[in-house]
């Protein structure tokens, strides 16, 4: 399409508007009797201006389109395949075994998603593959397989199939321990068995002193995974969501916790989600669980996939069914905008020279799932210069940031049609450059 064209207009004429992108290509669902009908108005506008007309039928509308086509099975490889070079369905391997996300598009009533999900899953079944995982949700549709390559060059041609891709690795990267001991610590407070419930949904969390009485519960999604924080992670970000900044909290003499955790760890020991869960259904599992079990309506998702950012177009599956369960729970949901190392340039040092342009960079566009629309998404603030005093004497340590500018790490939006993200900042740290080990320092 050249132009705007709103999805009523497809709507008038029997079309469903499945996905766009922002260079105007349009993916649209139509039974036989909508496309034909659509055919017949293509045909009214090729035979020209009807007599007492100004212009052909459906002028201001078939102008705007500039080709129409099929989608094709090179259409249906997604963005992580791409990167590691599988572009065609003859790239793949027919005898390699590959684990991969099957999405389907939202082409109706969810039985009618169901029975296209499950008239898939047979056939993976017999051609020797292993459905691991299946989702139907309100409007995503998908299962997880463990499939070989010539199966995959079959599913590509499958016109339900509206991406296969390998699946999310999350990034869960912790910066460097702020080094202190219980003894420099002031008093902590109380918690009251009123305060509100905070759902952390990230790597398990482990006990520590700083939430001690703190924690209500622990599961794991899927349950084998247990509760332990094998990287730290979750435990640090359950931290953050009870103290906020806790140097802040330090210098003012007092310690004070905002609310009580609830911890489900949806990432295993590797430091990757569950092979044999699709993401979704954790998430579904995950937050209905802690809303079941411990009350918990505001829920903090610290992750994100940032080999998917957000390009303008259809939100991932994981966004999608964070909305979802917004809606569903009543709940606020927490969701970080996502990390990225600087680029931009071959250099170390144009970490420094080229802020803050590498920010604007297509790639540093808010990771899956922080475009969702009914998520509040948390960009990061740098907290200063980022030079303490074990770092003040060394004249060549070289700061990126200055206080309250963006941190040199964070994502940026917009989001859905231009909307704001980040929806809210807060200080997220920064980086400086250290050229006496070749590196940037957090």
Not at 115 to 141: C, F, M, N
Not at 218 to 246: M, Q
Not at 279 to 299: D, I, K, Y
Request: aromatic share 6%.
């Amino acid at each position: 399409m050249t132009g705007m064209t709103m999805e009523e207009d497809w709507e008038r004429l029997g079309l469903t508007l499945l996905a766009s992108d922002e260079d105007k290509t349009l993916i649209l669902f139509a039974s036989n009797d909508d496309l034909q009908s659509f055919r017949d108005r293509l045909q009214a506008y090729a035979q020209g201006t009807p007599p007492g007309q100004a212009a052909p039928s459906y002028n201001g509308f078939i102008t705007r389109i500039e080709e129409i086509g099929a989608v094709e099975p090179r259409d249906r490889i997604g963005l992580r395949l791409r990167e590691e070079g599988l572009t065609a369905p003859e790239d793949f391997d027919a005898d390699r075994i590959f684990v991969l996300d099957i999405e389907l598009w939202d082409i109706g009533r969810r039985e009618l998603r169901t029975r296209k999900l499950e008239q898939i899953a047979e056939y993976i079944d017999a051609r020797g593959g292993q459905v691991l995982d299946r989702y139907v949700g309100p409007s995503i549709t998908m299962l997880r397989a463990r499939i070989s390559g010539n199966v995959i060059q079959t599913l590509l041609t499958v016109e339900d199939v509206a991406d296969v891709d390998l699946p999310p690795e999350p990034d869960i990267a912790t910066g460097e321990a702020f080094e202190l001991t219980i003894a420099d610590l002031p008093e902590m407070d109380d918690i009251e068995e009123n305060t509100p419930v905070i759902g952390i949904i990230d790597s398990g969390i482990n006990d520590h002193p700083l939430l001690a009485g703190a924690i209500v519960g622990a599961i794991g999604v899927p349950e084998r995974l247990g509760t332990a924080d094998d990287w730290g992670h979750g435990t640090r970000v359950a931290g953050v969501s009870l103290f906020g900044d806790l140097r802040d909290q330090i210098a003012a003499g007092a310690l004070v916790r905002a609310g009580r955790i609830a911890s489900a760890k949806v990432v295993n020991e590797r430091g990757q989600f569950d092979e044999r869960r699709l993401v979704p259904s954790q998430m579904r599992e995950a937050l209905t669980a802690l809303n079941q079990r411990f009350g918990c309506r505001l829920f903090v998702v610290a992750l994100g996939d940032p080999k998917r950012p957000y390009d303008g177009g259809k939100v991932g599956p994981w966004a999608a069914t964070l909305d979802e369960l917004a809606r569903e729970l009543d709940s606020i949901i927490i969701v970080s905008a996502g990390n990225r190392a600087p680029r931009s340039g071959n250099r170390l040092e144009q970490a420094i020279t080229e802020y803050p342009d590498y920010l604007l960079e297509p790639a540093n566009r808010l990771c899956e799932p922080a475009g969702a629309m009914n998520v509040l998404t948390v960009g990061a603030l740098a907290h200063g210069e980022g030079i303490g005093p074990d770092l003040a004497e060394h004249v060549h340590i070289r700061p990126i940031t200055r206080a309250f500018e963006p941190a040199p790490f964070t994502r940026i939006g917009p989001g859905i049609g231009g909307s704001i993200k980040p929806d809210l900042v807060d200080i997220g740290g920064t980086m400086v450059f250290d050229p006496a080990v070749a590196r940037l320092r957090l």
